[in-house]
């Protein structure tokens, strides 16, 4: 199979990338509560998957899926995450999303694809709960993707997951005191209807 020009892009990043600790991002640790106490979890584009390793220690049976094989090779080999319950695979998930209803929690940080979200939603079980946080156009602070493509326009959050009941949300723009509060970004929890037509 021919890698993608993607594929080759975040390869050469994760080569240089150090070894080292990562953490959760602040949607899952300010929510933890949130938390189903047993299932299943996903966390797409996993990178260094920080994610997967919070939700593996929480007891989630966990898979993690990133595009790069170099990183997915890198976290398969590490003794830290042997230990741990966690299933890795390189996965371009544009062209191979996740199956319908196969996942109780999923995670996504720092990516934005819009057209896999009708399969992210599809992904989740009933009563599945999306934890979403990702950079925003409306920003204080250079950092992240340059192109808007990948930034969230003001509520655009709120509204792909319009359908579904918001149990945490925050954005602050540049409202107030710039130098104080959540700024450059945008973070969701939303629970899948436990029994609707909902995708």
């Known amino acids: 199979m021919e890698i993608s020009d993607t594929q080759k892009k975040w390869d050469a990043i994760y080569q240089k ?24 979890a996903l966390e ?7 994610n997967a ?22 976290l398969k080999a590490s ?4 230990k741990l319950a966690i299933t890795f695979e390189a996965r ?4 191979q999303p996740p199956a319908v209803a196969s996942y109780d929690v999923i995670v996504v940080s720092y990516f ?3 057209s896999l979200i009708p399969h992210i939603k599809r992904a989740l079980k009933p009563a599945g709960l999306i934890f979403y946080q990702t950079f925003t156009q409306t920003y204080v602070n250079e950092g992240g993707p ?13 509204q792909l997951f319009s359908d579904y009941q918001v149990l ?11 130098r104080q509060g959540y700024r450059d970004e945008a973070l969701i929890v939303a629970q899948k209807p436990a029994t609707s037509d909902c995708q």
């Open 146 to 158: 340059r192109s808007r493509d990948f930034r969230l326009a003001d509520n655009e959050l709120l």
């Open 92 to 95: 371009d998930i544009v062209q």
């Open 44 to 50: 797409l584009a996993c990178g260094m998957a920080a």
């Open 17 to 40: 990338r150090a070894e080292g600790e990562y953490t959760a991002v602040r949607v899952l640790q300010e929510n933890r509560h949130l938390l189903p106490k047993d299932g299943s």
């Open 112 to 114: 934005l694809d819009r």
């Open 53 to 74: 390793v919070f939700l593996a220690q929480y007891g989630l049976n966990t898979t993690a899926w990133d595009i790069s094989a170099v990183v997915v090779e890198r």
């Open 79 to 82: 003794p830290a995450m042997k």
């Open 168 to 178: 945490a949300y925050r954005e602050e723009g540049r409202v107030g005191e710039h």
